[in-house]
């Protein structure tokens, strides 16, 4: 029997003619990625690959024929685990694919916040200014510390870019990764975010969203960092308290600020946030670059083939406690 597979949302073709060449899956992309329209034709897949689309309960639970979930990236925040989990639908997801891209938008926040690259940029092209050069002084990077929370595969590639690429000091938060697999890339482990906080010259957030971390850099954390220090978060908007953050760039707290990601997406055009000084703002983009968008289409493409076709648990299983009890 012939399997049918939702696409939420556009993907790269590479991931449709995984699926597409078996001869054995028709994949359809839906009209818009709005919930309502998802869970209005879900019934009548067998597979749903999706990428900003809120996969919640009243989706899975219509997709009574659903046997497997793409997920195209690495946050789960965006899906319903628990009812995936009780339905018995696998959800198949790309942690090993946008990884060096991350890491790379990371570092390039880094060196524009450092060398205040978009004022710069704004002085010469829009007011014409070639005598405010002075007032952009920035800094080297090299020697300054780094300070990363959330040391998995995304941590660990801007931990090597920025200590062996660009000679910086780098600190790692993370409570469930050993001091010694840090120290075996240069990273010096710290057992407190006080710690990390007060130490860093550069702060990037990226860490899981969970619900413990909903909240996390409140004023009070970004209280602790030096006045001269700035704040990164490619990681998941609702970590940081944007008022707080907000206001610490408006007092000079601290002394700027680099977002991909906000607690609302898609940002409303008055979202407050985005009139906060020496900030930089991007449209969630981090994982935006062909090898990436490569790379995660053809990893959730051959986890729904792995399911529907061959009966074979994926690589990459966000839920591995379902496979006893898939559907089939």
């Known amino acids: ?88 639908i696998c959800i198949c997801y790309t942690p ?34 070639f005598g405010k050069r002075n007032q952009f002084m920035g800094h080297d990077v090299a020697d300054k510390v780094l300070g990363i929370v959330g040391m998995g595969r995304i941590g660990r590639q801007i931990a090597k870019m920025a200590g062996q690429g660009f000679d910086m000091k780098v600190l790692g938060y993370d409570p469930y990764v050993p001091a010694a697999d840090l120290a075996a890339i240069c990273v010096r482990k710290v057992d407190s975010i006080e710690e990390l906080l007060r130490e860093a010259d550069f702060v990037s957030l990226n860490c899981p969203m969970t619900e413990d971390l909903k909240g996390f850099m409140n004023f009070t954390r970004i209280s602790l ?12 908007g609702p970590i940081v308290v944007e008022e707080d953050l907000a206001r610490a760039l408006r007092e000079g707290r601290i002394a700027g600020a680099a977002l991909d990601v906000f607690a609302e997406e898609p940002t409303p055009r008055d979202y407050p946030i985005l009139d906060a000084p020496n900030l930089i703002a991007t449209a969630h983009i981090a994982t935006m670059t062909r090898e990436s968008m490569d790379r995660m289409a053809i990893d959730a493409a051959k986890g729904l083939v792995s399911v529907l076709l061959k009966n074979e648990k994926p690589e990459f299983l966000a839920n591995p406690e379902v496979w006893s009890h898939r559907r089939r």
Do not use: W
């Not at 960092?225 to 998941?236: D, E, S, T, V």
């Open 225 to 236: 960092m030096k006045p001269g220090a700035y704040l990164i978060n490619c990681a998941r």
């Open 1 to 88: 029997m012939r399997q049918r597979v939702l696409l939420a949302d556009k993907i790269s073709p590479a991931g449709i003619q995984i699926m597409e060449q078996t001869g054995e899956i028709d994949v359809v992309l839906a009209p818009n990625p709005l919930e309502a329209t998802i869970a209005g034709m879900v019934a009548d897949f067998d597979g749903l690959i999706f990428r900003m689309t809120r996969i919640g309960p009243e989706i899975l639970e219509r997709g009574k024929r659903l046997k497997a979930v793409g997920r195209h990236g690495v946050g789960l925040d965006t899906i319903d685990v628990g009812t995936a989990t009780r339905e018995g």
């Open 96 to 129: 090993a694919a946008n990884g060096r891209s991350v890491a790379e938008y990371v570092m390039l926040l880094l060196l524009a916040l450092s060398r205040k690259l978009v004022p710069a940029d704004y002085s010469e092209r829009v007011e014409r200014e």
